[in-house]
């Protein structure tokens, strides 16, 4: 079954990190995007080879920021065959009022960006929630009878230590939502956090203690019962994410809006990353997309980027001989580094690995 992803680039406030398109004081836009992301999905009705679109996912930007008619025209975009319907929140747009309309348009899973429970790391990042909005927001959402939650953290701040880490794990574990990600603050290019680094404002934190507290996590959320099923995300056991596990295992998805990706084992297409753009070209009837048709040796080097970050790993039986063969031969560094292992068929990383995936992949990617 295929994935549809809905993009979301309405943001209250910029947090200084994110790369991801997103805009801020466009609500005015809000009623003439919505309308935009129907006449998109409409227009491309036949750009999936699978028709049965089984998850559904509102991301963002900020989801949760638009008003209860709005996200009502969202839903009546997702099919009944649905099974796994996702929509992004942040934790102070969490109140009884948004998780009855939640409940009420069939969302039945919440992926919230809780980042950290401590308030001077929040502040940095300039996230507009506190800690304590965290932990209110799973307890309104349980309230409302919400029974698969995810949690976003981020660890790797500047100064931060593994003690103060394993604190943040600590308060995550205690919420006991069914899911959790973690990923390693990233310095992406042209954001504030790049330029506070690149100015000494900050200092970015070394990679020992980084490895270290990637081992932290997967210790502590494996003994909790978590299963660790891909590089950053761990969950309850039944409960790993239907709809990014697609991005992973080569299964259609189409997005739409501004900057949404879209892939169908025959193409890869991405809309333009300009709101207004988007939609005045959506009105005009055309979708403002790039498109990459894919060849062989491209599905093998994207099949390398995602199926090696599950737990699953690559299937080696899949492969067409020349690339079997190709990824056997350039393994062989990474698996005496202890970085890479081969076990029944399956090419999978290490823990080990898991922490430097890009310089191991780098080394199976077809030049």
Same mark, same amino acid.
């Given at each position: 079954?295929?994935?549809?992803?809905?993009?979301?680039?309405?943001?209250? =406030?910029?947090?200084?990190?994110?790369?991801?398109?997103?805009?801020?004081?466009?609500?005015?836009? /809000?009623? #003439?995007?919505?309308? $935009?992301?129907?006449?998109?999905?409409?227009?491309?009705?036949?750009?999936?080879?699978?028709?049965?679109?089984?998850?559904?996912?509102?991301?963002?930007?900020?989801?949760?920021?638009?008003?209860?008619? /709005?996200?009502?025209?969202?839903?009546?975009?997702?099919?009944?065959?649905?099974?796994?319907?996702? @929509?992004?929140?942040?934790?102070?747009?969490? +109140?009884?009022?948004?998780?009855? +309309?939640?409940?009420?348009?069939?969302?039945?899973? *919440?992926?919230?960006?809780?980042?950290?429970?401590?308030?001077? #790391?929040?502040?940095?990042?300039?996230?507009?929630?506190?800690?304590?909005?965290?932990?209110?927001?799973?307890? &309104?959402?349980?309230?409302? %009878?919400?029974?698969?939650?995810?949690?976003?953290?981020?660890?790797?701040?500047?100064?931060?230590?593994?003690?103060?880490?394993?604190?943040?794990?600590?308060?995550?574990?205690?919420?006991?939502?069914?899911?959790? =990600? $973690?990923?390693?603050?990233?310095?992406?290019?042209?954001?504030?956090?790049?330029?506070?680094?690149? =100015?000494?404002? *900050? @200092?970015?934190?070394?990679?020992?203690?980084?490895?270290?507290?990637?081992?932290?996590?997967?210790?502590?959320?494996?003994?909790? %019962?978590?299963? /660790?099923?891909?590089? =950053?995300?761990?969950?309850?056991?039944?409960?790993?994410?239907?709809?990014?596990?697609?991005?992973?295992?080569?299964?259609?998805?189409?997005?739409?809006?501004?900057?949404?990706?879209?892939?169908?084992?025959?193409?890869?297409?991405?809309?333009?990353?300009?709101?207004?753009?988007?939609?005045?070209?959506?009105?005009?009837?055309?979708?403002?997309?790039?498109?990459?048709?894919?060849?062989?040796?491209?599905?093998?080097?994207?099949?390398?980027? +995602?199926?090696?970050? +599950?737990?699953?790993? &690559?299937?080696?039986?899949?492969?067409?001989?020349?690339?079997?063969?190709?990824? *056997?031969?350039?393994?062989?560094?990474? &698996?005496?580094? %202890?970085?890479?292992?081969?076990?029944?068929? /399956?090419?999978?990383?290490?823990?080990?690995?898991?922490?430097?995936?890009?310089?191991?992949?780098?080394?199976?990617?077809?030049?």
């Amino acid at each position: 079954m295929a994935g549809l992803y809905i993009h979301i680039p309405f943001c209250k =406030s910029r947090c200084i990190y994110c790369d991801f398109y997103s805009t801020t004081g466009n609500e005015s836009l /809000h009623d #003439r995007y919505t309308e $935009a992301l129907r006449k998109e999905l409409e227009m491309r009705k036949d750009f999936l080879h699978d028709d049965v679109i089984g998850t559904a996912y509102i991301g963002g930007g900020t989801p949760s920021t638009l008003s209860p008619h /709005h996200l009502m025209q969202l839903a009546a975009l997702v099919p009944p065959t649905v099974r796994e319907f996702t @929509v992004e929140c942040n934790p102070d747009d969490v +109140t009884s009022d948004m998780a009855r +309309t939640l409940q009420d348009i069939g969302v039945n899973r *919440i992926s919230m960006g809780a980042q950290t429970f401590s308030d001077a #790391r929040l502040s940095m990042l300039k996230r507009r929630h506190n800690s304590q909005q965290i932990r209110d927001a799973v307890r &309104i959402l349980r309230q409302h %009878g919400f029974t698969n939650i995810s949690i976003d953290l981020i660890y790797g701040f500047p100064g931060e230590t593994v003690e103060e880490w394993e604190h943040d794990i600590d308060e995550a574990l205690a919420l006991n939502t069914e899911h959790l =990600s $973690a990923y390693s603050l990233m310095y992406e290019e042209g954001t504030q956090l790049t330029r506070m680094a690149n =100015s000494g404002e *900050i @200092v970015r934190l070394d990679d020992d203690t980084c490895c270290k507290m990637y081992d932290t996590l997967v210790n502590k959320l494996t003994i909790a %019962g978590y299963e /660790h099923y891909e590089i =950053s995300n761990f969950a309850r056991p039944g409960y790993h994410s239907q709809h990014n596990s697609s991005y992973w295992n080569g299964t259609e998805y189409i997005g739409i809006g501004a900057a949404a990706h879209s892939y169908n084992t025959v193409s890869r297409q991405w809309n333009v990353n300009d709101v207004r753009q988007y939609i005045e070209s959506i009105e005009r009837g055309v979708v403002p997309m790039e498109r990459e048709l894919l060849d062989d040796i491209t599905r093998y080097n994207d099949m390398v980027t +995602t199926a090696l970050r +599950t737990a699953v790993g &690559i299937d080696l039986d899949t492969l067409e001989p020349r690339f079997r063969d190709y990824a *056997i031969a350039n393994a062989r560094r990474n &698996i005496s580094a %202890g970085l890479l292992q081969i076990t029944d068929r /399956h090419m999978r990383l290490t823990r080990k690995g898991m922490f430097v995936n890009n310089e191991v992949m780098s080394d199976l990617i077809w030049a």
